[in-house]
């Protein structure tokens, strides 16, 4: 079974960076597209990033476009997400979670990571 961990969150000021991690175990990694989805206080589940199975294939919201970065260690079983020019509504809890497509539904996605806090302060 697939099981997903994120790491990389914390304290951060608005205009400086992070990376996320979202490290993967069991034999099965491979075969599955990566998303990153981010859940702020009192707001929905949104999708940020997800890169497929087929080279090329990356997605990104409009609201990270040009600041976050998604890529794949296939040897290392891990999906990094780079953050740029982080704002302070960037703060959410950040999960990691696998598909078989790239989409922004989460019905698509199983094995969500238990999250990853990111706060990024004014």
């Known amino acids: 079974q697939l099981q997903l961990v994120e790491s990389g969150g914390g304290l951060v000021q608005s205009g400086g960076s992070l990376t996320l991690s979202c490290a993967g175990s069991?034999?099965?990694?491979?075969?599955?597209?990566i998303g990153w989805f981010r859940q702020a206080p009192g707001k929905e589940r949104e999708g940020v990033s997800c890169?497929?199975?087929?080279?090329?294939?990356?997605k990104y919201a409009d609201s990270v476009k040009g600041r976050f970065t998604i890529s794949r260690d296939y040897a290392k079983k891990t999906v990094t997400l780079q953050m740029t020019s982080l704002k302070p509504e960037d703060t959410a809890v950040y999960y990691c979670?696998?598909?078989?497509?790239?989409?922004?539904?989460?019905?698509?996605?199983?094995?969500w990571g238990q999250g990853t806090q990111v706060i990024v302060s004014s």
């Open positions: 069991g034999s099965t990694f491979d075969d599955w597209a």
């Open positions: 979670a696998a598909t078989r497509f790239c989409s922004w539904y989460r019905a698509d996605f199983l094995s």
């Open positions: 890169i497929g199975l087929t080279p090329g294939i990356i």
